[in-house]
């Protein structure tokens, strides 16, 4: 059964840094393109970013690069994603997903989100 | 703001149809790019609805389909259920964004 299990949620406050992580099973983890989207409280989803982890390619949205870094260790198939400096802005559900096929960019698989709560 | 826009909302009765819309332009649906649905229930994760415009993952009911013409793609639900009361989103590629994916602006469907 392929899953994607996310780390807990996180309290952080401004200028705090942050890394949450991302664990694939049930598949080959280093076959499939992971992404990471963001749902703002209230809001709709937006496309982050996706990495590839066999060989640790990373495309960003771009409004999203220079904002965050998207990496990988195949070693333990887990996918991360972090700040550097967190701004109240930052607070929102990041959901990483499986994307099902390069061509197409879907998504066939979620993980089930990590809440980023950033406030002073 | 999304490049990929879609009614706030849209609402039908029990046993209704109801199509929720996805209008693009000509650097995403109207290159060709695949369109793709998702819902949305409420405090959960999205799940695949309809890929490449028009398939639907094993275990989706037949009640929803897809289409696509143009630049534009549409959603469909025929015979309404209380349980497709959620927010719908699409997706699809988009070339003006540095080769980049993109969501809809999303759609809550109420079931009235």
């Known amino acids: 059964e392929v899953q994607l299990v996310q780390s807990g949620a996180e309290v952080k406050k401004p200028g705090e840094s942050l890394k949450i992580s991302c664990k694939g099973s049930?598949?080959?983890?280093?076959?499939?393109?992971i992404g990471w989207v963001r749902q703002m409280p209230g809001k709709g989803l937006e496309w982050m970013g996706i990495?590839?982890?066999?060989?640790?390619?990373?495309r960003y949205s771009p409004s999203f690069q220079g904002q965050v870094t998207i990496s990988a260790d195949k070693s333990i198939s887990t996918a991360y994603l972090q700040w550097s400096s967190l701004k109240a802005s930052d607070t929102a559900m990041y959901y990483c997903?499986?994307?099902?096929?390069?061509?197409?960019?879907?998504?066939?698989?979620w993980g089930q989100g990590t809440l980023v709560t950033v406030s002073s | 703001q999304s490049v990929l826009t879609q009614p706030p909302s849209v609402s039908g009765a029990p046993g209704q149809r109801v199509t929720i819309s996805c209008t693009g332009s000509?650097?995403?649906?109207?290159?060709?790019?695949?369109v793709h649905w998702y819902q949305q229930l409420p405090g959960t994760a999205p799940k695949l609805l309809i890929y490449?415009?028009?398939n639907r993952p094993s275990g989706v009911p037949d009640r929803f389909s897809g289409s696509k013409s143009g630049t534009s793609a549409s959603l469909a639900i025929t015979g309404l259920q209380a349980e497709d009361e959620a927010d719908y989103y699409c997706?699809?590629?988009?070339?003006?964004?540095?080769?980049?994916?993109?969501f809809g602006t999303g759609t809550k469907v109420t079931v009235l």
């Open positions: 997903a499986r994307i099902a096929a390069a061509d197409t960019e879907h998504i066939d698989y």
């Open positions: 049930g598949y080959s983890f280093t076959s499939y393109w």
């Open positions: 990495i590839y982890p066999g060989d640790s390619d990373t």
């Open positions: 000509s650097s995403n649906i109207g290159a060709g790019y695949d």
């Open positions: 490449g415009n028009s």
């Open positions: 997706q699809s590629y988009d070339s003006s964004l540095s080769g980049s994916s993109v």
